[in-house]
């Protein structure tokens, strides 16, 4: 069984720029989520999709953004792009969303903004 | 807010001895709790969970944690290190029926000497 895919793996963009991370859950799954890694801040979660539909946020402006597609399939959009957006942006992708559901992760997407 | 606290950003041991990492959580009912481990540009393994059945918790690898209420903790142990356990560890966290949202402890280096 393929596990989580997470495209591109590394990206460099300038600031003002705007980016689209994708992700490829586990067959089968129907909950993504997503997770930003920083030195600084550690593993902060951004948000959870399930069957299309957001259900949880996290503390995050509103430049990032995400959506899931009828596939199960999720992208997540940063817009207008800081220096401090330079992280490791992790998916997750699980069955449910009932918890506390195994969470299969990805290996991330390293973004770096100049 | 749930959170949790993990003491030591980085523990050594040499090969064979036990490890043991350290966790406590805050959360005003049992959350579920769980372990995962980062190797170098890769994403997170789930080591084991806790979901209020067993309060001793056998994971993969040979890692086992003991859930104690009275301690607030969810320590995780191996009784024999091996130089393939040299890692970053994660311990997390998430909300008894809130989804999948996972808030993370700052995480521990794991070194393992010969």
């Known amino acids: 069984k393929a596990g989580v895919t997470q495209t591109p793996r590394y990206l460099i963009k300038t600031r003002g720029q705007q980016v689209t991370l994708s992700c490829s859950p586990i067959s089968g799954h129907r909950s993504v989520s997503w997770y930003q890694q920083t030195p600084g801040q550690g593993l902060q979660f951004l948000f959870e999709?399930?069957?299309?539909?957001?259900?949880n946020k996290g503390n995050f402006p509103g430049r990032f953004s995400g959506r899931q597609f009828s596939n199960s399939r999720s992208e997540m959009n940063v817009s207008t792009l800081e220096l401090g957006d330079s992280a490791l942006y992790l998916c997750a992708s699980s069955l449910s969303a009932g918890g506390p559901d195994e969470q299969f992760f990805g290996p991330g997407t390293r973004l770096t903004v100049l | 807010a749930q959170s949790v606290t993990q003491l030591g950003s980085h523990v050594s041991v040499s090969e064979g001895a036990l490890v043991l990492l350290r966790c406590n959580y805050s959360s005003s009912v049992p959350p579920y709790l769980f372990w995962y481990v980062q190797y170098p540009n890769q994403g997170l393994q789930l080591l084991l969970k806790y979901t209020s059945a067993a309060t001793l918790v056998k994971g993969i690898n040979g890692f086992e944690a003991e859930f104690k209420k009275s301690e607030t903790s969810f320590h995780l142990t191996k009784p024999s290190a091996h130089m393939s356990d040299a890692a970053e560890y994660f311990c997390a966290v998430s909300p008894t029926g809130g989804g999948n949202k996972l808030t993370f402890g700052t995480g521990t280096q794991l070194k393992v000497e010969l």
């Open positions: 999709y399930f069957s299309e539909t957001q259900r």
